[in-house]
């Protein structure tokens, strides 16, 4: 079973509306991380935005900000007043406290469309 | 300025050669990873390293090897075994194994093989 879903493949969004981009997680640990990353198209990955587990409240980072829903297992990302610079491809991630291998599990993907 | 340099940007190589991807980190982090990315898709850990002189294999080892002989640096080597190296691989930090500790990542290095 995936431990990281993004049901969306792609999306297109008209410039300055708000954006919501899906993940859910699946984990037992009552420890563990969420993490947004931005993919330009020239293919650097990079960090938006961090949720654990035990925060209360929901992640905010300027334009971003984590809707975090423990007992759904939901972390969606929302980008407001969205620009052109904003088309790329969106990977959501988790990192589980007691896993002794590691390992950080990456979504699929989201590829966002800003229209202008 | 602290960060991830991966090099070079763009690589190309016959088949059968082993080519060595470089990646070194100034950040004083603990924790290293290789990932690879297919056109279109996620990303898939290759092999990822705790420690100096430690490393463990990911979900797609074969047919590449790592050392981690420094802290600052985790080369990659994808060797003639590795059946469809053409790729996009990646190379990351973070501070510790902690959950809290996010994944700090270069620009990543583009392979053709022919």
């Known amino acids: 079973a995936q431990k990281i879903t993004q049901t969306q493949p792609g999306m297109f969004v008209q410039e300055k509306e708000a954006v919501t981009l899906d993940c859910t997680y699946d984990?037992?640990?009552?420890?563990?991380?969420l993490f947004w990353y931005k993919q330009p198209s020239s293919g650097e990955m990079i960090f938006l935005i961090y949720?654990?587990?035990?925060?209360?409240q929901n992640a905010t980072e300027g334009r971003y900000s984590l809707n975090f829903q423990k007992a759904r297992k939901s972390a969606n990302l929302v980008i407001s007043a969205s620009q052109l610079g904003d088309s790329a491809m969106y990977f959501c991630?988790?990192?589980?406290?007691?896993?002794?291998?590691?390992?950080?599990?990456f979504g699929k993907g989201t590829r966002l469309h800003i229209l202008p | 300025d602290g960060g991830i340099t991966q090099s070079p940007k763009y690589l190309f190589r016959k088949e059968g050669q082993n080519v060595t991807l470089s990646c070194e980190q100034n950040?004083?982090?603990?924790?290293m990873y290789w990932y690879r990315q297919d056109p279109g898709q996620g990303l898939r850990l290759i092999y990822y390293?705790?420690?100096?002189?430690?490393?463990q294999k990911g979900d797609i080892a074969e047919g590449y090897s790592v050392s981690r002989e420094k802290k600052e640096s985790f080369p990659l080597t994808v060797t003639s075994a590795q059946k469809n190296p053409t790729a996009f691989y990646l190379c990351?930090?973070?501070?510790?194994?902690?959950?809290?500790?996010?994944?700090?990542f270069g620009n990543g290095t583009r392979l053709t093989v022919t």
């Open positions: 950040l004083n982090h603990d924790a």
């Open positions: 984990t037992s640990d009552q420890s563990y991380g």
């Open positions: 949720q654990g587990s035990y925060d209360e």
């Open positions: 991630a988790m990192r589980e406290g007691l896993n002794r291998d590691d390992k950080i599990i």
């Open positions: 990351a930090s973070s501070m510790d194994g902690s959950y809290n500790s996010p994944l700090h």
């Open positions: 390293s705790q420690i100096v002189n430690d490393f």
